[in-house]
């Protein structure tokens, strides 16, 4: 069971962080439009095609999930092969994810991670054979940064999206690009009258982490 749109009212800032009471300061988690996020990656088989996507959705009562799905068509329509939410019971918020297939089937999911007390806005990812029971994400969740602050502007942004890609040079290796915070954002000076709003009152300075790793097994394009 799943929501696909997270209820936390009307603002979009939904994702908590440690040391932020503020709801205004909450994350953006994009839920509410109820639409995959980045990206539709598509593969051809020969003998069917495939394609895999994720959505931001409520997976328990007040907690962010990914929502993934392959669809695959061997004949003239596509259909719904697969699907699963990744949200192990740890009281994490995943959210704003990306997928990608390597040249064997295998599936990775890298994402955003947050909670209100003592994860910070940080970047992880997960995965699946492609012969594992369907629906599961088996191979546990890897770290690829932790976060060691939060965002402090009132605007809530995030993204807008992330990206896991396979690399084409050996059809095996996946790279994920996401943003974290490695510092907080600080006051900035109160804007002078007639300034536009929304104004963000604090700096925010988040980065960007490329990674990349290749599963077990995976054997490389001879292209």
């Not at 997960?126 to 629906?135: I, V």
Request: aromatic share 12%; charged share 15%; proline share 10%.
């Amino acid at each position: 069971e799943f929501d696909s749109n997270f209820p936390c009212g009307p603002s979009r800032g939904c994702i908590p962080q440690p040391g932020i009471t503020n709801p205004d300061q909450f994350i953006d988690i994009l839920s509410y439009r109820q639409r995959p996020t980045w990206r539709l990656a598509y593969r051809n088989f020969g003998d069917y095609e495939t394609m895999v996507t994720n959505q931001s959705v409520e997976a328990r009562p007040g907690i962010a999930g990914v929502r993934w799905y392959e669809i695959r068509r061997t004949g003239e329509d596509y259909s719904l092969y697969q699907q699963g939410t990744y949200s192990p019971e740890d009281g994490v918020h995943r959210w704003m994810g990306s997928a990608a297939m390597d040249r064997d089937g295998n599936i990775a999911l890298g994402y955003s991670v947050s909670n209100a007390t003592d994860v910070f806005p940080g970047i992880r990812y997960t995965a699946r054979m492609a012969d594992d029971p369907l629906g599961q994400m088996t191979l546990g969740e890897g770290i690829i940064i932790n976060g060691t602050g939060v965002q402090t502007t009132t605007n809530s942004r995030w993204g807008d999206y992330t990206s896991m890609n396979v690399d084409p040079v050996d059809d095996c290796t996946f790279w994920y690009v996401n943003e974290y915070y490695q510092v907080s954002g600080v006051p900035l000076p109160l804007p002078p009258p007639g300034t536009p709003l929304p104004y963000p009152f604090t700096t925010a300075p988040w980065q960007t982490r490329i990674a990349s790793f290749k599963l077990p097994g995976c054997s490389p394009s001879a292209n």
